[in-house]
């Protein structure tokens, strides 16, 4: 191994390179004190990232939804939020979400809004976070709605149904709608209170209404009574002859309003009870009926297509 000797005031220094430096730097410290503690490195730290103090840290924030005035928990149907609560005024963040029944949310120290839907209905508390775990139970104040339509006994099918729920205002029954097109037999979440359903059966003016209530915690499970049948008209040179295709059908009130139109050798119409004017028409010809329908009655309406 080289030597390298520098001369300083007559005197020459001998430093040795690589290894044997290394081995006068052990035996200079064994000399001054092999007990003293070696200088300290300091730790490398990433820009930006500072160690956070131990009450700093993240706690977990566990959630759950019950009835309000009952232990039931709500095990479906739910959506979690987390904001932040911004204390200068500024819109919330959302920082977690969540679907699942009882959710839990790892949350850096800080105030918080947590929040859960079910369905229409809500409930939301503040939280405040201090690098401890916490548990929250959210009381929501809600039941639920299970419609279905009949013709007497006979339950009507459920694709031919369709339903909108209103909250009522002053005296107007359908003062806000709460959702349209709901489907038989879905389940529809609200908050507990009064109700105003329609019920639609067909696309005509086929139409049931009926206030329902909605219990906390309950299902309100209601079926709507139509009084309609079904129709098929058919414009024909005979009674039971085949119908004439592209045949341009309107149904009207004795009124002389319009319930229906309708293009087709043989179109089916569901109508409320009632008295109706059938006018069809084919080749420029006009041909017109008087018929009723019955409910629960479903039956062809023939227009005989006479000359002159």
Not at 89 to 104: D, H, L, Q
Not at 179 to 208: C, F, M, W
Not at 225 to 252: D, I, P, Y
């Amino acid at each position: 191994m080289g030597r390298v000797g520098l001369r300083r005031g007559g005197l020459m220094v001998a430093l040795a390179l690589l290894p044997g430096l290394a081995r006068a730097q052990d035996a200079f410290q064994n000399r001054i004190g092999p007990n003293l503690p070696s200088p300290a490195m300091p730790s490398p730290t990433l820009p930006g990232a500072e160690s956070a103090p131990p009450d700093q840290a993240t706690a977990t924030l566990s959630l759950a939804a019950l009835f309000a005035g009952s232990d039931r928990p709500l095990r479906s149907g739910l959506a979690w939020r987390i904001y932040e609560d911004r204390p200068d005024g500024a819109k919330p963040g959302i920082v977690a979400r969540s679907e699942v029944a009882a959710p839990s949310f790892p949350l850096a120290p800080g105030p918080y809004i947590a929040t859960v839907t079910y369905g229409f209905a809500s409930a939301s508390q503040r939280i405040v976070m201090a690098g401890a775990p916490v548990s929250v139970q959210l009381k929501v104040n809600a039941g639920a709605l299970k419609l279905s339509g009949a013709i007497g006994d006979v339950k009507i099918a459920p694709d031919q149904l369709s339903f909108s729920v209103f909250v009522p205002i002053g005296a107007n029954s359908e003062g806000r709608l709460v959702r349209g097109d709901v489907k038989a037999g879905e389940l529809v979440r609200l908050p507990e209170g009064t109700y105003h359903v329609v019920s639609t059966y067909g696309e005509s003016n086929a139409i049931q209404r009926a206030d329902l209530k909605v219990d906390n915690g309950k299902v309100t499970d209601a079926t709507l009574n139509h009084r309609a049948a079904t129709v098929t008209l058919k414009l024909v040179a005979a009674a039971g002859a085949e119908a004439f295709a592209g045949t341009a059908f309107s149904v009207l009130t004795p009124g002389g309003d319009t319930i229906r139109e309708a293009i087709g050798a043989f179109p089916q119409v569901t109508l409320a009870e009632g008295d109706y004017v059938l006018i069809a028409r084919h080749d420029g010809q006009v041909y017109t009926r008087e018929f009723k329908v019955e409910s629960g009655m479903d039956r062809d309406i023939e227009v005989i297509a006479k000359a002159g």
